[in-house]
């Protein structure tokens, strides 16, 4: 996976697009600081087109009967606004449901992070949990946990 990895750590643009998508990282997103994401979830996936890696999550919770947590979820900056992003979480949900026999799917996104929470509200998620956490420069910043149930897909 390390020509995938070397590309998926270009995705991020900016230090508050690495915070969304991996807050523990330092930008720019190193392939150590992701292979050893990657070595500590589950089900890492890709989208690829034309050969090329488009799009990127996994799992950092996987519980078989009970809870999957998506995360990590990143789509190149190229291939933004053109239904990639709703593909990857399909294959996420779908993957929770049939793997692991999910009972519920959890995506967590922080408040500042406007496209992120329309877009999983798009896909059924619902808010359910708000936990206060500290941005990258200390300030108050809330993450917002959504989930999506079995039965409501």
Known sequence: MTRKTFIICGFPQSEDELFFLFPKAEFPLSSSQLRDAIAQRSDSTVVELGGEVIAFANFYRWESGGRCS???????????????GRYLIEQMIALAFSKHQAAEIIVSCFNQNIAGLLFYQMLGFQPYAIEERQGRKGNRIALIHLRLSRNAT
């Open 70 to 84: 998506i995360g990590n979820v990143i789509v190149s900056p190229a291939a933004r606004g053109r239904g990639v």
